[in-house]
């Protein structure tokens, strides 16, 4: 289904628990992002992965990690940190980040995460 | 960083009409606009983009303006239908860096029958 595929699509947690949502992709693209959407807040960037082993704080990573560890698969943790976890999470990903060119974001269907 | 400011938040208009949606960008360095689309509940997809030696690119009913000047770049669509009912999102991206884009907040078309 597109070529990236978010794990769940909802999930629900009690407080003070961490979760973890998955992505993969079979595009062999490199780079690998999260944003969080929340209503009237647009895309936001949690973390991004350019190449496999390595990923950069986004505009909000606090609460938040991630790893890659394979170039097909970013995971996103939502740790007991985070102080406002319910959010839609969009997992994306691209070719390459280190272009002058175009660089099409291909997204993910999204994971929903409530906590109760 | 970049800032991408975009507007308006929301906008209503009637099938047939047009609808534009406007964003400002802050860096002068960025050099590639894209446009996301995301229908309820479903993914953002990409519909148009322009890059920054280009100041219009068209694709069917869908158009964007870019002003290097004042940055700000627009999106067009023309004879709406209902089926543009959707958030869409502006990005820019800037030159050198990480060319990550920084995406606006988003506008909410409702294009009613």
């Known amino acids: 289904d597109g070529g990236i595929t978010q794990s769940p699509k909802y999930l629900f947690r009690k407080e003070g628990q961490n979760v973890t949502l998955s992505c993969e992709q079979n595009?062999?693209?490199?780079?690998m992002y999260w944003y969080r959407q929340d209503p009237g807040q647009g895309l936001r960037l949690i973390y991004y992965?350019?190449?496999?082993?390595?990923?950069q704080k986004g505009d909000i990573a606090e609460g938040y990690s991630v790893s890659r560890e394979k170039k097909e698969s970013f995971p996103l943790t939502v740790t007991s940190a985070q102080k406002n976890p319910t959010a839609f999470y969009l997992c994306?990903?691209?070719?390459?980040?280190?272009?002058?060119?175009?660089?099409?974001?291909?997204f993910g269907a999204g994971s929903r995460l409530t906590v109760l | 960083g970049e800032n991408v400011e975009q507007h308006p938040s929301t906008l209503s208009v009637q099938e047939g009409d047009s609808a534009v949606i406007k964003c400002t960008y802050s860096?002068?360095?960025?050099?590639?606009f894209p446009w996301y689309k995301q229908e309820l509940g479903k993914r953002p997809q990409l519909i148009i983009d322009?890059?920054?030696?280009?100041g219009e690119k068209k694709d069917q009913r869908i158009a964007v303006t870019l002003n290097k000047t004042a940055k700000h770049f627009s999106l067009h669509i023309t004879e709406t239908q209902p089926e543009d009912s959707a958030v869409y999102f502006c990005?820019?991206?800037?030159?050198?860096?990480?060319?990550?884009?920084?995406f606006g907040r988003g506008t909410s078309l409702i294009v009613h029958p």
């Open positions: 992965s350019q190449i496999v082993n390595d990923f």
């Open positions: 860096d002068s360095a960025s050099n590639y």
């Open positions: 994306a990903s691209s070719p390459e980040t280190a272009s002058s060119g175009a660089n099409v974001l291909t």
């Open positions: 322009i890059r920054s030696n280009v």
């Open positions: 990005a820019a991206r800037i030159s050198g860096g990480s060319y990550i884009p920084t």
């Open positions: 595009l062999n693209h490199d780079a």
